[in-house]
């Protein structure tokens, strides 16, 4: 009887921690480094577990190169005002983004504060950077 109730709740914990260990790191990426990308929305993908920005770029020769952009989780993203409409193929994009560290052409979302969209700022996209010590304190004192 106990060795089956155990069976039974070491199965029940392996099917609970296995989507935590499907999770992958981000450290395929320099954090170190912030580029600006610039080029054209291939295809924006609102999907878990992140968000994917494929932006049409072209190299020095050239070449069509696209790049994919990782970012947060919808969920998170859509705290921060973001839809799955906010950018549609075709759309002119700028954003800065830490580069894969392999120099592949891909990169994860660095900072939502340098995106532009057809040459403007994103209506309503908040800033889910953390706030510094200052700003926090400030926000505060005029609650």
Not at 32 to 46: C, D, M, P, R
Not at 63 to 68: H, N, T
Not at 98 to 107: K, S
Request: hydrophobic residues 45%; contains cysteine; glycine residues 10%.
């Amino acid at each position: 009887m106990k060795v089956g109730l155990l069976a039974i709740l070491l199965g029940a914990a392996s099917v609970i921690a296995t989507p935590v260990f499907a999770h992958h790191s981000f450290a395929m990426y320099d954090r170190n480094k912030t580029l600006t990308l610039s080029g054209t929305v291939k295809e924006f993908i609102w999907t878990a577990p992140h968000v994917t920005i494929q932006v049409l770029t072209e190299n020095a020769s050239g070449r069509a190169v696209i790049w994919q952009i990782e970012g947060s989780s919808p969920s998170v993203l859509a705290r921060g005002g973001w839809t799955y409409t906010l950018m549609r193929p075709g759309d002119k994009i700028s954003l800065g983004i830490h580069p894969r560290r392999d120099h592949m052409a891909g990169g994860l979302l660095a900072d939502e504060r340098q995106m532009l969209i057809n040459g403007m700022p994103p209506k309503g996209v908040l800033s889910l950077q953390p706030l510094g010590p200052e700003a926090a304190i400030s926000d505060c004192a005029n609650e």
